[in-house]
Nanobody
C-alpha cells in the first residue's frame, strides 16, 4: 500500500504565506513525478505545480512567481511554498505522486487526502 500524507494547510490572511508538505510512504519501488493540485468548491481539480525525479518543475501559469515546489527524492517528500496568497487561492490542496509500488510493473497515480487552505481576512 502507498500513502501520501499532506500537512500544513490552514487559515491565512491575504498576502500571507503558507507551506504545505507531503510525504509518500509504503512499498514504493520508484517515484516519478510528485506534485500539487487544488480544487475549489464547485470547480475542477487543477494542477498547481509538479516536480519530476530529475528535478524539472512545472507550474500553472497564473501561479508562477508566488508558489515554489521543492522535492526531496531521498525522503520521498514534496513541499509547496505559497506566498502573497489571495482569496482565490482558497481550495483543498492535494498531493499527487506517480509511483511504481510493490510488484506493479507500471506506474500509477496516487493522491493524498487533501488539506484545506483558506485565504481570508
Amino acid at each position: 500500500q502507498v500513502q501520501l500524507v499532506e500537512s500544513g494547510g490552514g487559515l491565512v490572511l491575504p498576502g500571507g504565506s503558507l507551506r504545505l508538505s507531503c510525504a509518500a510512504s509504503g512499498n514504493i519501488v520508484s517515484l516519478a513525478t510528485m506534485g500539487w493540485y487544488r480544487q475549489a468548491p464547485g470547480k475542477q481539480r487543477d494542477m498547481v505545480a509538479t516536480a519530476t525525479s530529475g528535478g524539472a518543475t512545472n507550474y500553472a501559469d497564473a501561479l508562477k512567481g508566488r508558489f515554489t515546489i521543492s522535492r526531496d527524492s531521498m525522503l520521498n517528500t514534496v513541499t509547496l511554498e505559497m506566498t502573497s496568497l489571495k482569496p482565490e487561492d482558497t481550495a483543498v490542496y492535494y498531493c499527487y505522486g506517480r509511483i511504481r509500488a510493490g510488484t506493479d510493473i507500471s506506474f500509477k497515480g496516487y493522491w493524498g487526502q487533501g488539506t484545506q487552505v483558506t485565504v481570508s481576512s
